[in-house]
C-alpha cells in the first residue's frame, strides 16, 4: 500500500523480554517519527530521522529505548527488558518535509507488557 | 517542556449541529495541525496551518492559527455520525524539533 506500515499489529510479550517493532514509511518521505500513545492520551514524540541518523531523540523515556534506521527507509524501534509501564500504542509516522512539516501516521503497534 | 491545552475533553453532538474545540499553548509554535483519530487507527490529517492569523477550510472543517501563535480553533459545521472520533490539536516548528500534541477532543453522538 502507499501508506505507512506498522508491524506487528499487537504484541504480547513478558516482563523483561525484548521487543522489536518496524515501521516502512512512505516512499520517498526522509523524515520518520515514533511516537508513543497511552489510553486516553495524545501522541507522545519519542524519537525523529532525518534520513539514517536520529535528528531527535529527547523523547526516548530511558536507554531502554533504542531505534535505528539504516538505510534512510525502514525504521525499527527496539526495546530492552521490557517493563508493564510500556504497555501503550507505538505510532510511527513520515513526513516529506521534516522538521514538524505534516505527518502521516500508520495504525500503530499496540504493545502489552504482562 | 511544551505542553498544549485542548478543550473540551469530550462533546457530545446532534447531527446538524455545530462543534468547536481549542487549543492553546504557552509556547509560540510555527505550525499547528488537526488530527482525527478512528479507534485502533493511527491519526490523520485534517487541516495544516503555517501563517499566524490564517484561516483554511477543509469542506465542513475550518480551523484558525492564532494570531499569537499559541492558539488555533478547529470548527465543525453541520456535524454528522461519522465525524464522532478523537480530534487532536499539535504545535509545530517550536522550541522542540517535533509535533506536540494535546489530548485530545473526544466527539460522541449524543444519546
Known amino acids: 500500500g502507499a501508506g505507512v506500515s506498522q508491524t506487528p499489529s499487537n504484541k504480547v510479550t513478558e516482563k523483561g523480554k525484548y521487543v522489536e517493532l518496524r515501521c516502512d514509511p512512505i516512499?520517498?518521505?526522509?523524515?520518520l517519527y515514533w511516537y508513543r500513545q497511552s489510553l486516553g492520551q495524545g501522541p507522545e514524540f519519542l524519537i525523529y530521522f532525518q534520513g539514517t541518523g536520529a535528528a531527535d531523540d529527547s523523547g526516548l523515556p530511558n536507554d531502554r529505548f533504542f531505534a535505528v534506521r539504516p538505510e534512510g527507509s525502514v525504521s525499527t524501534l527496539k526495546i530492552q527488558r521490557t517493563e508493564r509501564g510500556d504497555s501503550a500504542v507505538y505510532l510511527c509516522?513520515?513526513?516529506?518535509?521534516?522538521?514538524?512539516?505534516?505527518?502521516?501516521f500508520g495504525e500503530g503497534s499496540r504493545l502489552t507488557v504482562l | 517542556g511544551q505542553q498544549l491545552n485542548q478543550s473540551p475533553q469530550s462533546m457530545f453532538i446532534q447531527e446538524g449541529e455545530d462543534v468547536s474545540m481549542n487549543c492553546t499553548s504557552s509556547s509560540i509554535f510555527n505550525t499547528w495541525l488537526w488530527y482525527k483519530q478512528d479507534p485502533g487507527e493511527g491519526p490523520v490529517l485534517l487541516i495544516a496551518?503555517?501563517?499566524?492569523?490564517e484561516l483554511t477550510s477543509n469542506g465542513r472543517l475550518t480551523a484558525q492559527f492564532g494570531i499569537t501563535r499559541k492558539d488555533s480553533f478547529l470548527n465543525i459545521s453541520a456535524s454528522i455520525p461519522s465525524d464522532v472520533g478523537i480530534y487532536f490539536c499539535a504545535g509545530g516548528g517550536g522550541s522542540q524539533g517535533n509535533l506536540i500534541f494535546g489530548k485530545g477532543t473526544k466527539l460522541s453522538v449524543k444519546p
Open positions: 509516522a513520515s513526513s516529506p518535509q521534516g522538521f514538524a512539516g505534516e505527518l502521516f
Open positions: 516512499s520517498g518521505h526522509t523524515a
Open positions: 496551518l503555517y501563517k499566524a492569523g
